[in-house]
């Protein structure tokens, strides 16, 4: 079944009257009678679900107009308006549109304080009996995570969650819609989609991605075209006969909800409503299946974790055990060092970067809101926050505008019960550590064991396929004969029981022996070809750089060896580029 | 069941009258009474088989009693003289000793020459009648293989080889009891023994370690104790009753055959039978069954491949492909850097080393003989005879003093025909190969076909579990993306579907790239983990060694990493030691 939106309210209401400068909202409460109207001229030309004139009704936009204590007022109003057009099957959707203002650390507004804004609107709109509540029009990823968690918190109806992006295919803020999809759909959005900046012809490869990204339904609402400037006056140029031949590309891209943003009308909407209202679903492209692999985001990059990627290398340097001189920084808030250490992980080749603050006897939440608010601005690879805190790990999700992973779940009953809603609340993925409270398991057998009691947790809990990354726990091979074994044993078990994508923190086998970095660079590759994606390593070790580069050689990730042949080429420019960038050379 | 044996014949003769310095074998024909006498003394003791007075019949020795003509008289007289004295039931074992003479190179008898002369005493006793042929009192494996090899082609009666040892367990020429054991066993022998030099106290350890590493019947004929000189003449000590206390311990350390060499007598005899001959069988320890692991000798050690043993690293070094100087070397007669090249391989850790002299143009077959010759001589590892030349090959395999292994054996129908029946005639093992007359199969699944098919012809010719190594078969990754990836497919198939060891050629993988020890390194720690028992490899190379002893302690041969520890101490003195041997420090 597609559905069909309305389209642009803003037009209609001046060409109805409004004033330039007057808030739209108001006319909720002084001019219901011209809203209801705007909304039967659209189900009239075919609309299912019509938009309620609250776009910019939250606290912090009314506030220009010295309406902010008529949030619930006008929201309220506008639910009433819009239900007075409606027929028997109309549904109304509770437009949420953004506050004007950036989060910290892009802008000044806090992401507590954001949060707060969305949900008294969104509180006030389901109040009020909206049938979904839609977020529109946003254009940064943060602001949309937090107006998502008040909609998820405020109301159990539906959740529509649009960005904009623009001609490069990317929001304001620097997203893309992959990103986005990922981020969204982990935090529980019901339809994702993307409307109004770009018309529709710009927005289809948007809608392809976002549907090679997700099985949520997705929906989309153009602007009728690009706009041009005819004397002074923006003018949306694409007829409607027009957007509906684009309508049936959108759907045949994925779309499943179809209407329209700025400059279109109701003629619009018939022209959608006809070209793809009645469309047989059979004869378009099915949705994919669920993946077992596991995708973790940047506020402007993802990375994919599991079997058919290639592997990813998670940076273990931004970790004060053992280290009293980063340890030091981070308790006097000096993080210049771990600035450093993530700039030059990322430039020795990290993929993602592991992020723990475990400085005893520092506030640790603190210390790793900042740490990642400030890793978000200066590196785009994906971060894992590495912590047994539960108000750190909170504090981190909350500040981190990506689906980040966390380090570590464990089998745990109090780690369970902490860890597990914060995931599946803030859309993180989980790190599944094969710890027990009867201690380590010694076998791969035992191991298997225990993971499949934390993935048992994790899906009561509401996290899905997708949200995992296995640890195959390392032993030190000093103390213990099989530590090897075992830990190869677990990768192949799991890849061969579960499938999920795996870590380990390849360090750990070599702890107490000499020269370090033979040992843990060939457990690398025995690793990588048992069923590793994704160790967690020291990414200076030049050892491990040149097995990491064979190893994608060998395993089929570099046909022909290019890139090895590149790195290694036989002259002594390409033997200096070859050298792994340490923060000495930085 | 089991079978007695007779006592000794020399001192039963001397009491008979036989003159000091008088031809024993002359009596078959002259005074056959006195022979036929002897035996019936040992029948009458309990004797199951009899053992032919022929232990001196051969051509060389009985050259110094003028008597080379007497070969196929004397031998067929001690048999009438021995079936005279038999009873319905006993056996006649046609006994054949030592020529007395060392085989090229230990000293100068030709390995062909000595093949004729067992053949022709082997013939005569074989159409005399003999039940078995009874090699005994080898204290030369290379005899032992020429005299197994005449008896197989003179007789089809079973063939008893029993070798003698010293008190350190070892024969004359440097072989232990397993080796030739592994030897005989792999030739054809029907019954694996020892005899002599030693009494019943010495021999059962030499016993159990056969039995430990055979499942062929095991016959045993000790002395009576260890002889003392009193008044000029030898004298054995033990007594019969001692005799037949010990045999209980040697039946129970696994002998079926048991009789008594010097200084044993038609007493010592009966207490044996008394002691042993109704011994209810299946109150001893059974036999252990077949193992899929291979063994490989050189003359005095033996290295086993496969699963639960260490890593076997092939030396590759000795091969005058793409290598100018050696070759020119070799096509000289010039075997120094031959012989240097195997030093300093065995000092860089190689445990086996492929011996390859294809040399275009030249003599093949006597550059292999001459090398094995040497090699066998200079260092103590088995060698691998790397050739395509069937003549070369039958060359080595003579020439070898071990059971070596075949590089290699194809599908490829000529290659089955002539190579198969050489490996099972020398008992060598051969290194299976997955190429077809259609080429080289792409994928594992593939090469598995091929590999059963190599097996399957194998087994038609006689082979057994135990004869067998696989190779994997290594791509260039510079040509074939899934070179690297097929190859660890193929361990992988091999080990769950067969279970034989494996090896592969690992250069074969970097070929045409840049940083060739990288990737083979990495792919030799790959390849460990998914099954390679025994990688081909250049053992020169220092980061093929890190690779190799991190291997060895990840994968749990070397507990607590106590050799990794000591290779790798950092101190300058054991970096020193770490470092590889290569032939510029030698
Ligand atoms: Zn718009
Ligand atoms: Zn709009
Ligand atoms: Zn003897």
Redesign the pocket.
């Given at each position: 079944m597609i559905y069909i939106f309305d389209g642009?309210m803003g037009t209609m209401l001046q060409n109805a009257g409004l004033p330039p400068g007057y808030c739209p909202e108001l006319w909720n409460q002084e001019q219901p009678a011209v809203i209801t109207a705007i909304h039967k001229s659209y189900i009239d030309s075919g609309s299912d679900i019509i938009e309620t004139n609250t776009f910019g009704a939250n606290r912090i936009k009314l506030t220009h107009y010295g309406l902010e204590e008529k949030v619930a007022l006008l929201n309220t109003a506008a639910v009433q308006a819009a239900r007075a057009a409606c027929g028997p099957d109309t549904k109304i959707a509770g437009s949420v549109g953004p506050t004007g203002k950036l989060i910290v650390p892009l802008g000044d507004l806090s992401f507590d304080d954001a949060y707060n804004v969305f949900f008294e609107q969104i509180s006030a709109l389901d109040q009020a009996g909206v049938d979904m509540i839609l977020i529109e029009?946003i254009i940064d990823i943060q602001e949309m995570r937090a107006a998502l968690l008040a909609a998820k918190a405020a109301s159990k109806k539906p959740v529509i969650c649009q960005m904009s992006f623009g001609a490069d295919e990317r929001t304001v803020t620097g997203t893309d819609p992959i990103t986005a999809t990922i981020i969204l759909e982990a935090m529980g959005a019901d339809i994702i989609g993307v409307?109004?900046?770009l018309g529709p012809a710009q927005l289809l490869p948007i809608v392809e991605k976002i549907a090679q990204t997700t099985n949520c339904p997705i929906s989309v609402q153009a602007?009728a075209g690009m706009p041009s400037l005819i004397n002074k006056q923006t003018v949306f140029p694409m007829q409607p006969e027009e957007m509906g031949l684009w309508a049936k590309k959108l759907v045949a891209a994925g779309a499943r909800y179809v209407g329209g943003?700025?400059g279109t009308t109701p003629q619009h909407i018939k022209s959608i409503y006809q070209a793809v209202k009645h469309l047989a679903l059979s004869d378009l492209p099915t949705v994919q299946s669920a993946k077992k692999s596991t995708a973790l985001t940047s506020r402007s990059k993802t990375i994919y974790l599991g079997a058919g990627h290639p592997t990813v290398i998670i940076g273990e340097r931004i970790n004060p055990t053992g280290r009293k001189q980063l340890a030091a920084d981070i308790a006097a808030g000096q993080f210049i060092s771990v600035k450093k250490e993530a700039l030059s992980q990322v430039r020795a080749g990290a993929h993602l970067l592991d992020v723990n603050m475990g400085v005893p006897g520092i506030d640790q939440a603190k210390a790793m809101q900042y740490a990642i608010q400030e890793l978000s601005m200066l590196v785009d690879v994906p971060l894992v926050i590495d912590t047994t805190d539960v108000n750190a790990l909170e504090a981190g999700l909350k500040a981190y505008p990506g689906r980040a992973l966390i380090n570590s779940v464990s089998a745990e009953p109090e780690r369970l019960k902490s860890f597990l809603p914060l995931a599946k609340k803030y859309g993180a993925a989980i790190l599944c550590l094969p710890i027990s409270p009867a201690g380590v398991p010694k076998t791969a057998q035992d191991r298997l064991v225990v993971i499949q009691e934390i993935i048992h947790k994790a899906f009561e809990t509401g996290l899905k396929p997708g949200d995992f990354v296995l640890d195959a726990l390392i032993l030190t091979a000093a103390a213990d004969a099989r530590a090897g074994l075992e830990a190869l044993a677990t990768l192949k078990l799991y890849r061969q029981h579960l499938g999920y994508p795996t870590t380990m923190g390849l360090s750990n086998i070599s702890f107490g022996l000499p020269r370090r970095d033979i040992i843990n660079a060939t457990f690398c590759a025995m690793a990588l070809d048992a069923g590793l994606d994704a160790p967690i390593l020291n990414p200076y070790d030049p050892l491990m750089q040149q097995t990491l580069a064979a190893s994608a050689l060998l395993l089929g990730d570099d046909p022909s060896g290019r890139s090895y042949s590149v790195n290694y080429a036989p002259t002594s420019q390409s033997e200096e580029r070859a050298a792994p960038l340490t923060p000495k050379n930085i």
């Open positions: 642009a029009t409307n109004c900046s602007n943003c700025c």
